[in-house]
């Protein structure tokens, strides 16, 4: 199974350390697939700037960042005489980057807590940056598995088919971009792939930011997986004609009761997934769980985004990449940037201890330590 994309004749995660220890490097995500470029956060600023401008997004890989964000604070609080209350205050202007991936809430709040255990200036760092490493690799860990357990659901298909093709529908970008390594959605389509299995991607372009055109097909297109890019609306046709085989997608918070909040256009894949009788699956790690939440229609909050993300276009034109206007300059748009899927759409949940359905019930026994009071 791939883990790292090869760029330049090595390998490279989304985001790593510089040797220095003091400056976290990632690639900028809104230029791809056009340009490949770098970009280096030093400060909490940087961070925040980072998740909020999507120079770093889905759902991990945000929880990732904010947690090394954490240790930049704690890098910054060397000099400040009441450190716990600068960490504390910096970690909630953290947490308010993006309202809806949990992962973010759940990685600061985990380095937080290591953090403040220690005594010292320098034992605090050291704290954070251990705490932030191991959250790195246990979501590492977590997708690979993730993709372990979602190979049977296509491998179970392929013999079905006789060894033809199977047809996979995913939505957003949900691979190793979004997640360190392997990726959630994409981890069962790389197993499969690594075993042989003859499979076949429809990409959504995934409107407004494209996040499927661009990073899903350049993800897949390296790896030398078969994809095609479709319009987000093309999915419901393909699935009526018997063209998608499985739709497995990804989840920025799925309560405790297993409804899930996932990009814009989500919950259409699911409706009409149910109304053709195609499996649709969520595959998650168990940071993308909000414990405390029951109703994901009331309870879990929707970013709205900036309107001009739907008013502008960006594209490659003559070795410049531009942003260009396709609305009338005067139209107002509403950009909401995720929809909430109701678990009774939802076949199943993949996640690093296996697959179950998308009830609390089911949940709850795949998870008991981490059981709702």
């Known amino acids: 199974m791939p883990k790292q994309e090869k760029i330049c004749s090595k390998h490279i995660r989304p ?4 040797q220095n220890l003091k400056v976290i490097k990632v690639i900028d995500q809104r230029l791809l697939p056009h340009r490949f470029m770098v970009a280096e956060l030093k400060s909490v600023d940087d961070v925040i700037n980072a998740i909020k401008e999507t120079c770093v997004r889905g759902a991990p890989l945000i929880g990732v960042t904010a947690a090394y964000g954490v240790y930049l604070a704690a890098l910054n609080a060397e000099d400040k005489p009441a450190s716990n209350d600068f960490l504390i205050k910096e970690c909630k202007r953290i947490k308010s980057a993006r309202p809806t991936a949990i992962n973010l809430t759940w990685a600061v709040d985990k380095v937080l807590a290591e953090t403040l255990k220690a005594k010292t200036s320098s034992g605090k760092i050291k704290a954070a940056l251990n705490e932030a490493e191991r959250i790195v690799e ?13 190979l049977n659901l296509i491998a179970e298909i392929s013999r ?7 047809n996979i529908l995913t939505h957003c970008n949900a691979g190793w971009l979004a997640c360190v390594e392997y990726g959630t959605a994409t981890a069962p389509i790389y197993a499969a792939f690594e075993k042989g299995i003859d499979i076949h991607v429809w990409v959504d372009e995934t409107r407004p930011l494209n996040q499927g055109s661009r990073l899903t097909a350049w993800e897949l297109g390296k790896q030398g997986v078969k994809h095609t ?25 799925t309560t405790r009761t297993g409804d899930v909040a ?21 595959a998650l790690p ?3 769980f909000d414990w405390n939440l029951k109703d ?8 709205m985004r900036d309107p001009d993300e739907i008013r502008y276009v960006q594209g490659f034109d003559q070795g410049a990449i531009k942003s260009v206007l396709i609305t009338p300059e005067s139209s107002p748009a509403a950009n909401f940037a995720f929809d909430v899927t109701p678990a009774r759409l939802v ?7 296996g697959i179950c359905k998308a009830t609390e019930h089911d949940i709850n026994n795949m998870f008991p330590e981490s059981k709702s009071t």
Request: charged share 25%; hydrophobic share 35%; proline share 2%.
């Open 286 to 288: 168990s940071s993308a």
């Open 138 to 150: 246990t979501e590492v860990e977590n997708c690979k598995k993730i993709g372990e357990n979602g």
């Open 229 to 253: 890019v479709i319009t987000d609306n093309a999915g419901g046709h393909l699935m009526q004609h018997g063209m998608v085989d499985i739709v497995i997608v990804g989840s920025d918070r």
């Open 15 to 18: 985001i790593w350390l510089s």
């Open 347 to 353: 076949t199943g949940l993949i996640t690093e201890k």
């Open 296 to 303: 994901g229609l009331k309870e879990i909050p929707i970013e």
């Open 262 to 282: 996932n990009k814009i256009g989500t919950y259409l894949k699911a409706l009409a997934a149910r109304d053709n009788n195609v499996p649709f699956y969520v």
């Open 160 to 166: 079905r088919k006789d060894n033809q093709t199977v």
